[in-house]
């Protein structure tokens, strides 16, 4: 079960169901927060960088309260789903609160916190799969899915390390 910080429109608890991914983790990147939201903010990078990521497109002026990113997800399991996340509030180099629509359905939120090293980066999301063959597949292969969001999961964050350590400093 996924605890939403006390804070912004997501401050709640989501009940378990086998049809919700839940999630919340915590990465460290070696930079500073202004660097891991200029990547973050890079929509254009996204689809090369993550296999999982297709036919991204954007609505709105990119990094900011109201865009809304639509694109596919293709996990390593055999479903694809459309999904689209509204940026429903964004302090830049800080944190988004976002809602998810589409094939997947619920809250996201990510926030950036400065450490004398770098950031870290804290993210959590509970997502219902609203397709019936992902439902299906829910009640009979609940570790296969977990397993295929997981591995989503390592991609984006190694994706996202690699580029921020490889990238130069002070752009």
Not at 125 to 135: I, K, V
Request: a neutral charge; proline letters at 8%.
């Amino acid at each position: 079960m996924v605890a939403f910080p006390q804070k912004g429109a997501y401050s709640r608890r989501v009940v378990a169901s086998p049809y919700v991914m839940d999630y919340s983790g915590r990465f460290w990147f070696p930079v500073p927060p202004s660097e891991v939201w200029a990547a973050i903010g890079q929509f254009d990078q996204f689809e090369r960088r993550w296999g999982w990521l297709g036919e991204l497109a954007v609505d709105g002026p990119g990094l900011q309260t109201g865009s809304v990113l639509r694109g596919t997800v293709d996990p390593p399991v055999p479903y694809r789903m459309r999904v689209a996340v509204e940026l429903d509030r964004c302090e830049p180099e800080r944190s988004i609160d976002a809602s998810v629509s589409g094939d997947l359905v619920g809250d996201a939120y990510l926030i950036l916190n400065q450490t004398s090293d770098g950031t870290v980066l804290d993210v959590a999301w509970s997502l219902e799969m609203m397709q019936l063959p992902m439902r299906v597949a829910a009640r009979v292969a609940y570790p296969l899915l977990r397993w295929g969001h997981d591995r989503v999961v390592e991609a984006t964050v190694s994706g996202l390390r690699a580029r921020l350590v490889e990238a130069p400093r002070g752009r």
